[in-house]
Each structure stands twice: as structure tokens, then as C-alpha cells.
């Protein structure tokens, strides 16, 4: 079955240090997604990607977080510095399309702890 | 901010029994889907519904689409302790970027 893989499923770190998310998108797939999922704020969209080039990427934190797609097979998120309140899941999804005409496939998750 | 608010919050419900749940949105959209996630688990996309089209079906999923009121509702039918999950609408639109935004989910319990 082709699938999202992201990794790693679980991280725990400390204030301060740098966080690095991976993610493989399914193979053919020209959009990617980052999403994080907290119980206060639900699913935020934080940036998402075409044909690797970002496309929007406004409900990210600028100043300590950043995305890229070095190539079509990686997609990574960063957080540098992490904080406390960065502790969520943050979940990679990819399609194939135009998003208003294609549904989305999702990683399993990374889940996050700043501590 | 989120597109889709959803109706109830939480649901528990008898297993065979129907589940319905609603969602509400703000600005036009080009279509309405709706997923599923298990708990621990990422979100699996179960049924597409177009802004032209009213209603949809999928196995035990019906769903319909009101644009006139800006709402959808998701029914599922026999309902089995395996649905139990969450369940998110998403919508994409112009007034969003046409990026997908989803809702804050419904919480089903099926009990056995």
C-alpha cells in the first residue's frame, strides 16, 4: 500500500533544542502538506507545498520554524528553537492534484514533546 | 483559523444505532470532504462531496450538502464499534486560499 511515511512517531526534547520532522510523501504526489493537531486549536495548517515550491506557508511561526522539500521524496519541518507549546502532533499529508478537485493522504504522525 | 465547525463536539451512541453528525462552514467552497481518525492514528479521507452535488453515499456513509445553508451532515448507518473515531469535515474555498482547512471534529463512541 502506498502511504505518508513520516518520522520519527514520537520525539521528546527539551526547551531549546532543534527539531527536525521527516517526511516522505507517496510516490507520484505533487503536494504536500504540514499540519499540527493540539486539543485547544484542532488542525492548523501550517504550509503546504507543489511540485515542491512553497505555496503558502502563512500559519507557520516564522521565527523559529521552517519547511523545505530538498526533493520530490522529503518533505522536513523544523523547529529551532523548540518551546513548550510546540508539543503537538504534527501530521505530513500528500495528494495528487489541485486540492479542490483531490482528496489527501495522511502520515501516521509525529508526536512532539517540549519539555 | 478553522473553515468547518462541527456539530455535535461528542457523540455516544449504541452499536446498530445511526450516527449523525453536522458541520457548519463561513465562505463558499469548491467542495466538502470529510475523514476519520483513529485515536493515535493520522486522518484517513472518506467521501468527497462537490458544492454542485447534494447528496453522496458510501457503503453505510451518506452525505448531503446545503450550500444555501453552508452546512453538510454525515450519517452513518448500523453503526459498529469500529467507527468509533473521530471525524472532521474539511473544506477548500477561495475565501481560504483554497487551502484545506478542517473542523474541530465529533468524538463517536460506538459501544458494543
Known amino acids: 500500500d502506498a502511504r505518508v511515511t513520516q518520522t520519527p512517531r514520537h520525539k521528546v526534547t527539551e526547551m531549546g533544542q532543534e527539531v527536525t520532522m521527516r517526511c516522505q510523501p507517496i510516490?507520484?504526489?505533487?503536494?504536500v502538506f504540514w499540519y499540527r493537531q493540539t486539543m485547544m486549536q484542532g488542525l492548523e495548517l501550517l504550509a503546504y507545498?507543489?511540485?515542491?515550491?512553497?505555496?503558502?506557508d502563512s500559519g507557520m511561526p516564522k521565527d523559529r520554524f521552517s519547511a523545505e522539500m530538498p526533493d520530490a521524496t522529503l518533505a522536513t519541518l523544523k523547529i529551532q528553537p523548540s518551546e513548550p507549546r510546540d508539543s503537538a502532533v504534527y501530521f505530513c499529508?500528500?495528494?495528487?492534484?489541485?486540492?479542490?478537485?483531490?482528496?489527501?493522504?495522511f502520515g501516521e504522525g509525529s508526536w512532539l514533546t517540549v519539555v | 483559523s478553522q473553515q468547518g465547525e462541527e456539530d455535535p463536539q461528542a457523540l455516544s451512541i449504541q452499536e446498530g444505532e445511526n450516527a449523525t453528525m453536522n458541520c457548519s462552514y463561513k465562505?463558499?467552497?469548491?467542495?466538502l470532504q470529510w475523514y476519520r481518525q483513529n485515536s493515535g492514528r493520522g486522518l484517513v479521507h472518506l467521501i468527497l462531496?462537490?458544492?454542485?452535488?447534494r447528496e453522496k453515499h458510501s457503503g453505510r456513509l451518506r452525505v448531503t450538502l446545503d450550500t444555501s445553508k453552508k452546512s453538510s451532515s454525515l450519517l452513518i448507518t448500523a453503526s459498529r464499534a469500529a467507527d468509533t473515531a473521530s471525524y472532521f469535515c474539511?473544506?477548500?474555498?477561495?475565501?481560504?486560499?483554497?487551502?484545506?482547512?478542517f473542523g474541530g471534529g465529533t468524538r463517536v463512541l460506538v459501544k458494543p
Open positions: 499529508a500528500s495528494g495528487s492534484g489541485l486540492i479542490r478537485e483531490d482528496t489527501i493522504y
Open positions: 510516490l507520484g504526489h505533487n503536494t
Open positions: 507545498f507543489r511540485n515542491r515550491a512553497p505555496l503558502d
Open positions: 465562505t463558499s467552497i469548491n467542495n
Open positions: 462531496i462537490r458544492s454542485n452535488e
Open positions: 474539511a473544506t477548500d474555498g477561495r475565501a481560504a486560499g483554497n487551502k484545506l482547512t
